[in-house]
């Protein structure tokens, strides 16, 4: 894989509130503490891979408002060494933004997004010609308006997109977001083909594919390996990651799978779960831009995601990768096949 990575899609600013409580509809609830930070799955693989001290070309892109936080996005990236020239300021709508409103009392966390700019983010947002990476990311697919968008013919636009990328010569992959949407099944389905390497949760892996992979509040490997499977044969060019809470599991073209199991973080480091996924997908894509076999990648990627998880901001807790992966071997389990 040629080095460097352009990530694409979501760009958010992240308001995150610790309140004491979920309060019930009516009643008031008191603010702990709050603060801003990156959010969206590009923008956050981009922030992680910068904090794990990647040794290769970052490059962002797409759309935020002409407004003080789009200004904000522009500059935390440039400050972080992230190449912004194709992270366009639109008219028209505010930068995007999620309230991240997370309960001290359960420490579960509730979302209030505002689209914005990410609406307007299409394939003209991006120049492949213009860009010295050799590798596309893009998230999240079915939470980007423009993109989202069937043609006449059923495909989507970021099926487009991803083409546009394998025809350029760059390998790809893209992040599904957790949402119901209507025609979530027939979106997906339009991009597999050009997507070489799909990353997944268990959530969106059973809305795609319509096979149950939570039972008992666990998670069945027969199950998950069947939807990994259905994904690649959905058009996948190389491998179907489909991670959750406990580990993970890798399908490659020819329906083989590798397992992992999430090293474990003592409860008492844990500040939140925020950016997680992202950070795991961080952690696989530089274990692929720096050659790491599938074993390697998803060491990495149970690292960064464990990083994670000591931050209540989505890429706070990522050091690099060498101090990430030495806190893993200490508090975690290796990865088995």
């Known amino acids: 894989m040629k080095p460097g990575i352009i990530c694409a899609g979501n760009f958010i600013v992240d308001r995150l509130r610790e309140v004491e409580v979920w ?5 008031l609830a008191e603010i702990l503490s709050e603060s801003v930070s990156n959010g969206g799955g590009p923008y956050n693989v981009l922030k992680d891979l910068a904090a794990m001290e990647a040794p290769f070309l970052l490059e962002a892109a797409g759309c935020v408002g002409e407004d003080v936080e789009g200004q904000w996005i522009r500059e935390d990236c440039r400050r972080a060494g992230i190449d ?7 008219a028209g709508a505010p930068t995007s933004y999620t309230e991240v409103i997370c309960s001290a009392a359960t ?12 609406a307007l983010f299409g394939p003209e947002h991006v120049d492949f010609a ?3 990476a050799g590798h596309f990311h893009l998230a999240y697919l079915m939470l980007l308006d423009a993109l989202d968008e069937e043609g006449e013919d059923g495909r989507t636009h970021a099926a487009r997109l991803l083409e546009k990328a394998r025809a350029a010569g760059l390998s790809t992959s893209a992040d599904l977001v957790s949402v119901r949407r209507p025609r979530f099944v027939e979106k997906v ?3 597999l083909p050009f ?3 799909l990353f997944v949760n268990e959530l969106e892996a059973e809305q795609a594919t319509g096979i149950r992979i939570r039972e008992d509040g666990g998670i069945s490997m027969d199950a998950a390996r069947s939807a990994a499977r259905a994904l690649v044969g959905g058009g996948v060019g190389r491998q179907v990651i489909l991670h959750f809470s406990a580990g993970a599991v890798v399908c490659d073209a020819s329906g083989g799978t590798m ?3 999430a090293w474990e973080v003592p409860p008492e480091e844990i500040a939140g779960a925020n950016g997680a996924g992202d950070a795991f997908a961080a952690g696989y894509l530089f274990g692929l831009q720096t050659g790491e076999e599938s074993g390697g990648c998803l060491r990495m990627a149970f690292a960064a995601a464990a990083a994670c998880l000591t931050h209540a901001s989505p890429s706070g807790g990522l050091r690099p990768m060498a101090e990430c992966l030495a806190r893993g071997e200490r508090i975690g389990k290796a990865v088995h096949s």
């Open 107 to 118: 420490g579960r966390r509730t979302f209030f997004h505002r689209r914005g700019a990410n």
């Open 23 to 27: 309060p019930e509809e009516e009643m």
């Open 130 to 132: 213009a860009s010295r």
């Open 84 to 90: 912004t020239r194709q992270l366009h300021m639109v």
């Open 189 to 191: 389905a339009s991009a």
């Open 195 to 197: 997507i070489d390497y």
């Open 259 to 261: 397992e992992g199991r």
